[in-house]
């Protein structure tokens, strides 16, 4: 028996996993919507390395939503245990995805022009997908660089100090215009230079956008109050637009104190409003005054804890005051009035002079019999919170003014249009939340970082998008997925989905020559969830 056993010939074999997890979803998305034939097209290759452009792009969308906390422009060391055949083609290997031709990449991009080629994958996407365009919320925010960035490319944008939105005084600056629908998809992307106004950046992102996109039904451009000025509603033309009113404009500020009987609004009773119809930069539109009485509760408790601290630091500013000498009453009483002038939360409760006499400045000793003693007057009073200023200020809390050319709108319809913002706000977040690695950028070259910009906001794309599909997907099916409490949700966060493909991976065993692979940790949830997006996604898994 041990002689039969010593004689049979043992076969080798060698094992080795590699990454898989949810980046297969991202290229599922890419591929059903053959985003990379359209790059391809546009983007041929001009130089002899081994992939095509299409695949640097995902890449680096794959880097960018790789959940490793890293920075966006890392190849290959991204690369070095993922399963880059099965993600890219047959062939593909890390080596492949160097520095050189991310950075060839990057330049074709610019040289094509990244807003031009944004807008057409956008487009492209569009004719693939009945993606709502109904509200488009349209804003800007500020990208801090770390670096010099002198001035060397005069057809790039200027990477300089502007007003930063993350308050980094200390560092230079490009500032991203976005507009996504009210799934949070972006479908416009542009980047300036770090200094340039957000009143003007907006109406041509809005401008663009107008120009190219042809929707089928009535559509309506979503802004802040910086869209809201004279010419941007003169120049806007006949679209339909929704924007929040500046407090600053006369008539805004009038109908801000007036005493009006508000109404509960349909259908929401945590707001009142009162509407009304004026002409502003040559226009007729409807204003809806909007009291929001979270947002008054909110501010208030502010109020009230910014009461405490202004008391206590009157309380102290005032002790200062009662220790100074006066020659004269008048003197001490006009102190006294310009520093309560100062401090508008609090007011006097009661005001005394006292009249002290002293010696003069200098003198020692014991006061002689005779001598003469100079008169001084001290202010004695006390503080207490200026009841009808705070209550002022109180009455006017959480009110807002919502102004749209559509006069038809109901104010129903137009604060719910206008709640969507938060969706380009959450897309900003998201660039710059480090959870992913998007919102690192560390290039030297000013138009590279244009094209990473690009990067960055097809990362927010994908990501959207296929969330989009994905919720959709289950209220059309009457499914569920677990959310992260074990509980059934149609409606779950795609970084959640993320995260619960994590451990999934591409086991692969070389035996005699021959390699074969295997996907492990595959679960019940994670096939349901293929199964809803689609044949392409499951593919890739299997």
Not at 239 to 249: D, E, Y
Not at 322 to 329: A, L, S, T, V, Y
Not at 462 to 488: C, H, M
Request: with cysteine.
């Amino acid at each position: 028996m041990k002689g039969k056993n010593s004689s049979r010939r043992v076969e080798s074999s060698l094992k080795r996993a590699s990454f898989l997890g949810h980046l297969g979803l991202i290229v599922g998305a890419y591929r059903e919507l053959e985003v990379d034939k359209l790059i391809d097209e546009k983007l041929p290759k001009e130089r002899d390395h081994n992939i095509p452009h299409s695949v640097c792009i995902l890449a680096m969308i794959l880097n960018g939503l790789g959940f490793i906390g890293q920075r966006l422009y890392l190849f290959p060391d991204f690369f070095k245990n993922i399963s880059t055949e099965r993600l890219f083609g047959e062939g593909v290997t890390k080596e492949d995805l160097n520095q050189y031709v991310i950075g060839e990449t990057l330049d074709r991009i610019v040289k094509y022009g990244t807003t031009k080629l944004f807008t057409e994958i956008v487009l492209h996407i569009l004719s693939r997908l009945p993606i709502p365009v109904h509200c488009l919320h349209a804003d800007t925010t500020s990208v801090s660089v770390y670096g010099d960035y002198d001035d060397e490319e005069t057809d790039s944008i200027d990477i300089t100090f502007g007003i930063p939105k993350n308050g980094r005084w200390d560092l230079k600056q490009f500032v991203l215009s976005l507009i996504v629908n009210q799934h949070g998809i972006p479908l416009f992307m542009n980047t300036h230079s770090g200094n340039v106004s957000d009143k003007k950046t907006i109406l041509e992102a809005i401008t663009s956008l107008k120009s190219v996109l042809r929707p089928e039904s009535k559509v309506y451009y979503v802004a802040d109050s910086s869209f809201y000025t004279e010419d941007n509603i003169k120049n806007i033309g006949r679209s339909f637009w929704i924007s929040r009113v500046p407090a600053t404009i006369c008539e805004a500020k009038e109908l801000l104190t007036a005493n009006l009987n508000l109404k509960t609004l349909k259908g929401d009773e945590r707001y009142s409003f009162y509407q009304t119809f004026v002409e502003y930069g040559g226009i007729k539109q409807k204003w809806v005054l909007l009291l929001s009485h979270k947002m008054k509760e909110k501010k208030e408790e502010t109020l009230r804890k910014k009461l405490e601290n202004e008391v206590e630091k009157a309380e102290k500013s005032l002790k200062k005051l009662k220790g100074r000498d006066f020659f004269c009453e008048e003197d001490a009483l006009k102190s006294a009035e310009e520093w309560i002038q100062d401090l508008p939360y609090v007011m006097f409760e009661k005001i005394d002079l006292k009249a002290i006499n002293k010696r003069e400045p200098g003198k020692r000793g014991r006061t002689s019999k005779d001598e003469k003693l100079n008169t001084y007057f001290k202010i004695d009073g006390n503080i207490k919170i200026n009841d009808a200023f705070v209550l002022k200020k109180m009455e006017k809390m959480g009110l807002f003014i919502i102004a749209s050319n559509d006069i038809s709108l109901s104010p129903e319809e137009m604060l719910k249009c206008y709640k969507g913002q938060d969706k380009v706000e959450k897309g900003f977040r998201f660039l710059k939340d480090d959870t992913f690695s998007v919102s690192k950028v560390y290039l030297k070259n000013n138009s590279r970082i244009e094209a990473l910009t690009m990067i960055m906001v097809l990362c927010l794309m994908f990501y959207s998008i296929a969330e989009w599909r994905l919720r959709t997907k289950l209220e059309q099916e009457n499914e569920t997925v677990p959310d992260q409490k074990g509980k059934p949700t149609k409606r779950p966060t795609m970084a959640w989905i993320f995260f619960n493909f994590q451990g999934i991976t591409e086991l692969f065993t070389q035996k005699e020559g021959k390699v074969e692979s295997e996907i492990l940790n595959m679960e019940e949830v994670h096939w349901k969830i293929l199964s809803l997006m689609g044949e392409e996604y499951e593919n890739i898994y299997l």
